[in-house]
């Protein structure tokens, strides 16, 4: 025999207590005289053996009556083979190792108390059942059930790790595997934290496996997290100031006073001022970083948050260009003036194109396309400018004067270019830089500075198709200048020709060079500095396929962690793909020939960040109609546990009905069994 609960089996103990009470308790008789008792002694004889039988029975009844409530409250059950459920059990156990599951208990950590229960579960059930070790992993040993033995070894392999999975992909992956085995008994338990941000299960229909669900509850903490970092400029280049943009946010319920902010830029550290976070709330910050030199670099921003780590730093890799590719359009003859204010820009590498002889394979390549002048444009030229823009390429116009307003009809249909109205030969001149935008933010030292603006004598005035924003605007407040967003880039649209007798911008080098070059680094489409693990299983990579192949087309990817990935072609792209091949967070080379030609940063995905769970009580309301939810919040040892229900043993039931039995025994006697 075995007790469930056998602690409670120490309170058999305290029955000595009535025993001794008994035993030492000495009855005081009061002193009557008689003349003679000898006709008394066989009266008193007789009382006496009478009271020492009730009281022996009424002590008795209450020993009975104690013992069968504590022997009750320890619930007993056989240990016995042959009163098992009939037949076979399949059993699949799944162990959350999600980094969450590092977060304490009491003395241990949610993960080794899950493998704790695990192992207990798997003692439950004999050597003849199967088992399934299932984790987030999701190995090719989570499809398929082993042994009693297996199980536990499997079991042990299990790690903590950064991968995240769904719980309704878990109940497929178990409904999968017990579904179609032949076993007459299946369960499945699922023992996890049940995070609320990964707690998707569905109610089940109707069907032989018995679900059961053991929730693991943490001490509560507090954890702050660097959720993301971004540049504002996708295009980096020596000798810039770039902004990173950082979000750090506080997911526990105390507020967080003093924490440190660092980075480490190419390997050196350098502090930040300290930060204050109230609760659930979210702070918003940059840093800037001065660029020397070209080529890639690493950045990693840094937090010291205890205990839960795993989201307290932010890895990011970019790569510093030396130049910019610029593709100047015209129409039959090079605006050598725009082109010589073009080759000024530091960094451009400017190239150019007459629109009878276009070569719509270049176009992606480059950062910005200039349209100057164009009379016309085609629907295949358009087409091939809106494919540039979803890749990041920005567009400036500077269109001709005295356009009929259907000549850039392809192009309004392509990139919603505004509709043109009229071009006005009136003298204009411009009064206001639009210093909010990010064009100009950072350019002048003094924004109310004078600075020489244009004069136009020739400009268009335009129905816009989409949302657009001012750069310069006249007097009358009619725009020259502005720009609205499309796919993953700009459009930006100059009212006036760039020819001289129209505009006299080229007089205003102050504003056309910092509005060329910014032109052609900004863009909407944030590009991808970093990666996050699991999710980011394939990786677009520009380079030419040509350049890697040969006698050893192989690149290798080493950072934390090495391994060689496989690649294929796409166009101007070499697919890297990189599936579960990466574990450990941080910045990774890509090697060929030993030679790095690139750089990639891994983070842990912040999923896990926010440890709100579902509590005990919010799963019962939710799952307990159709899972059975087992508290361990007292300890419970789940091998007696499932014996006993495996048992089906309601011994506890008949132990508490003899106790109340024994306690009217004890009733009866003292009212009807009178003391003489």
Known sequence: MQFLFPNFLWALGLLAIPVIIHLFYFRRYKEVYFTNVKFLKELVEETASRNKLKNLLILLSRLLALAALIFAFAQPFLNNENQKDLGSSAVSIYVDNSWSMNAKSTEISLFQLAKKKALEIINAYTDADKFQIISN????TNLRLVSKSEAK??????????????????YAKQNQTLENYPAQNKHAFIISDFQKNSCDLSLPEDSLIQRHLI???????????????????PIITPGQSVKVVFHIKNYGKSDIENLRVNYSYNGQDYPLSTINIKSAKEIIDTLTLNIVSKGWSELSIKIND????????????????????????????Q???????LNAVPFFKVHTQEQAKLDYGKF????????????????????????????????LVFPAADLSQNAYKELSAAISFPNINNFDRNQREA???????????????????????????GMYTFTPNKSIEAILTNRDQSLLLFRYSLGQAYVYVCASPFQSEFNDMSKSPEILLPFLFKASISGSKKSRFSYTIGKDMVIEWKMQMNSINGEDSRILIKGPEEFIPSIRSNQNKVIIEIFDQITKAGNYQILKNETSIGKLAFNEDRQESNLSLYSESELSEKYGSKYDIINISKNTDITNLLQSKMQKSQWWKWLLIGALLFLLFEGLLIRFLKSK
């Open 364 to 395: 992606k390549e480059n950062q910005l396309i200039i349209l100057a002048g164009l009379s016309q444009t085609s629907s295949g030229l358009s087409s091939e400018l809106r494919k540039a823009m979803d890749e990041g390429t920005n567009i």
């Open 137 to 140: 992993d999701f190995n090719s």
């Open 335 to 341: 605006p050598e003036e725009l082109i010589k204010y």
């Open 306 to 333: 205890y205990p839960i780590q795993f989201d307290d730093q932010y890895h990011l890799c970019f790569e510093v260009l030396d130049e910019i590719d610029v593709l100047l359009l015209y129409s039959k003859s």
């Open 431 to 457: 009064s206001k830089i639009n210093m909010d935008a990010d064009i100009f933010d950072d350019v002048y030292s003094n924004p109310n500075a004078n600075v020489k603006l244009p004069i136009t004598k």
């Open 153 to 170: 070894d499997l079991l042990e392999q299990v790690k903590v790790g950064p991968k995240i999975q769904l719980l309704s992909k878990i």
């Open 215 to 233: 929730p693991l509850q943490y001490i509560e903490e507090n954890n702050v997290s660097i959720d993301s970092a971004y540049f504002l400029s």
